[in-house]
């Protein structure tokens, strides 16, 4: 794997989970992550490891805003 290319992968997954882009719901937001952890895998920029550890944290911030929206908050 290319160290650069990985960090740019992970910066891009990053920036998309901290401030996602403009009019983009919880929804569509947790989905493109998903998509992104799909794709760098599958060019093998991360391992299937990473994958999942992104995936992980993408539904976990996903289950929480959608538990909150329910709530109210």
Avoid: C, H
Avoid at 32 to 58: C, M
Avoid at 59 to 72: I, L, N
């Amino acid at each position: 794997m290319n160290d650069l290319r990985k960090s740019q992968a992970l910066t891009a997954w990053e920036k998309l989970f901290e401030k996602p882009e403009i009019r983009m719901d919880v929804e569509e937001q947790y989905e493109a992550l998903l998509r992104l952890a799909d794709d760098f895998e599958e060019q093998g920029v991360i391992s299937p490891g990473e994958r999942t550890e992104l995936i992980g944290k993408a539904t976990a911030f996903y289950a929480k805003s959608v538990e909150g929206a329910g709530r109210g908050t």
